[in-house]
């Protein structure tokens, strides 16, 4: 079945440390997506990529780096820099295009201690 | 950047009454996605309106995009603890690759 894969589903930190979420998708989409939600604050793009190696910043790309070296695969890396990584992240693919629907992963819960 | 605004933040309803949440925007809108989340879920697509004043039903859902293309609304009709969750418009605005999404209507059904 064709879908997106995200892990680990639960990741816990300590303060200072880089932690990277997985991200792959089979459905062959161009486009892929990283959103951070928070309570009450709806989802929030932090990085966008359109195409294999480019990528944009969205809203809240501080502290946070990502790599598009393969279509499937889009990870991201929450740096130390984050100053409040504690979140709901999740990633999402479509075909990239100004309209059609966006296909989410499970998500990842990222705790720092 | 753009903003699509969403109203009510939190709606609670008993079992078998109607519910609405609304996305407005100040900037004509390009096209609005409906999204909904289950508590402990991920975002699943609903539908997509493009067109001017189009309405589209999904059983119990009414969509509706406004006339003007600066609003739109999703409706459901005796709603059951099935329809608990978050709902969420999101437009595609006029940058590729962009999809700005309310803040989403948290609803809550009892039974």
């Known amino acids: 079945d064709g879908g997106i894969t995200q892990s680990p589903k639960y990741l816990f930190r300590k303060e200072g440390q880089n932690v990277t979420l997985s991200c792959e998708q089979n459905?062959?989409?161009?486009?892929m997506y990283w959103y951070r939600q928070d309570p009450g604050q709806g989802l929030r793009l932090i990085y966008y990529?359109?195409?294999?190696?480019?990528?944009q910043k969205g809203d809240i790309a501080e502290g946070y780096s990502v790599s598009r070296e393969k279509k499937e695969s889009f990870p991201l890396t929450v740096t130390s820099a984050q100053k409040n990584p504690t979140a709901f992240y999740l990633c999402?693919?479509?075909?990239?295009?100004?309209?059609?629907?966006?296909?989410f992963g499970e998500g990842s819960r990222l705790t720092v201690l | 950047g753009q903003q699509v605004m969403q109203i009510p933040q939190y709606q609670h309803v008993q079992e078998g009454e109607d519910f609405t949440t609304y996305c407005n925007s100040s900037t004509t809108l390009s096209n609005i996605q409906w999204y909904k989340q289950r508590p402990g879920g991920h975002p699943v697509f609903l539908i997509q309106l493009v067109k001017s004043g189009e309405v589209k039903k999904q059983k119990r859902l009414t969509f509706q995009f406004g006339e003007a293309k600066k609003n739109s609304s999703l409706h459901i009709t005796a709603t059951q603890t099935t329809d608990v969750g978050t709902y969420f418009c999101a437009d595609r605005g006029s940058t590729l690759g962009r999809l700005y999404f309310g803040r989403g209507t948290q609803l809550t059904v009892w039974p």
């Open positions: 990529s359109q195409i294999v190696n480019d990528f």
């Open positions: 999402a693919s479509d075909r990239g295009r100004t309209t059609g629907e966006l296909f």
């Open positions: 459905l062959n989409h161009d486009a």
